[in-house]
C-alpha cells in the first residue's frame, strides 16, 4: 500500500510569510507526529496526534506553530510569519498505534529566505 | 528528560568490512524502545532495527544487529559485510512507553560512508 506522503517536496519563502506544510499517513494509522531537523542536525519532536484524543502539541517551538488534523486522515502543519530559523526539513511519521513502528515521509525542506 | 548521544559524526570503512556505530542514551525509564533509522540522501527514514529494553537478547535483521547494553545504557549497531548501499545518515532513537505521545528522541547522528 502507499507509504506517508508530504506535499510540497521542498517550499521556498519569504521571511514573514505563512506556510502550510501537508502529511497524508498511512490509511488505518491513528497516531501521527511531526518532527523537525535542521541541517546537519538529528529530529526534534513537535507535534502527536492520537485518534480523537486532543493533541501533544509539547515540542512546538512558538506559538507561530500550529497543526490540525482531521479524524484520522490528513495533517497540515502551518507556521506563521516565518523566520530563518523555520529553515529545516519538517517530517511527518504515521504508526498504526501507539508503541508501533513510525512510518516516515519523505519530508519537506523549507527554505525562509 | 531523555537524551541521546551519537559520538561519531562520521565514520568511512571499505565495502565488506564490518563497522560499529556508537549511541548511548540517558533516562530514568526501566521501559522503553531503541531505534535504529537510516536516512540516506532521499530523506526518507528508514526503519533498521528495534530493541525492547526488557529484552535481554540482542536483536538481529540479516547483517544488523545491535550490542544492548541495558546497565550502561548503551546501543551500538553492528553493520556486517557492508555493502554500497549502507551509504547513509544513521540515527539512534529513544522511546519510552508510557501514557500519551510515544515520540522518538533522537541522536544527532552518524555519517557512514562505504567505500568501494
Known amino acids: 500500500g502507499a507509504g506517508v506522503s508530504q506535499s510540497p517536496s521542498n517550499k521556498v519563502t519569504e521571511k514573514g510569510k505563512d506556510v502550510e506544510l501537508r502529511c497524508d499517513p498511512i490509511s488505518g494509522h491513528t497516531a501521527l507526529y511531526w518532527y523537525r531537523q535542521r541541517l546537519g542536525q538529528g529530529l526534534e519532536f513537535l507535534i502527536y496526534f492520537q485518534g480523537n484524543s486532543a493533541p501533544d502539541k509539547s515540542g512546538l517551538p512558538s506559538d507561530r506553530f500550529s497543526a490540525e488534523r482531521t479524524g484520522e486522515s490528513v495533517s497540515t502543519l502551518t507556521i506563521q510569519r516565518t523566520q530563518q530559523e523555520d529553515s529545516a526539513v519538517y517530517l511527518c511519521?504515521?504508526?498504526?498505534?501507539?508503541?508501533?513502528?513510525?512510518?516516515f515521509g519523505p519530508g519537506t525542506r523549507l527554505t525562509v529566505t | 528528560a531523555q537524551t541521546v548521544t551519537q559520538s561519531q559524526p562520521e565514520m568511512s570503512v571499505q565495502e565488506a568490512e564490518t563497522v560499529t556505530l556508537s549511541c548511548t542514551y540517558d533516562?530514568?525509564?526501566?521501559?522503553?524502545?531503541l531505534f535504529w533509522y537510516k536516512q540516506p540522501p532521499s530523506r526518507q527514514m528508514i526503519l533498521v532495527i528495534r530493541q525492547e529494553a526488557y529484552k535481554q537478547q540482542n536483536a538481529t535483521e540479516n547483517r544488523f544487529s545491535v550490542n544492548f547494553q541495558k546497565a550502561a545504557k548503551s546501543f551500538s549497531l553492528k553493520i556486517s559485510d557492508s555493502q554500497l548501499g549502507d551509504t547513509a545518515m544513521y540515527f539512534c532513537a529513544f522511546m519510552k512507553l508510557n501514557q500519551g505521545a510515544q515520540k522518538l528522541v533522537f541522536g544527532q547522528g552518524t555519517r557512514l560512508t562505504i567505500n568501494p
Open positions: 533516562t530514568s525509564e526501566n521501559n522503553y524502545y
Open positions: 511519521a504515521s504508526s498504526h498505534e501507539r508503541g508501533s513502528e513510525q512510518y
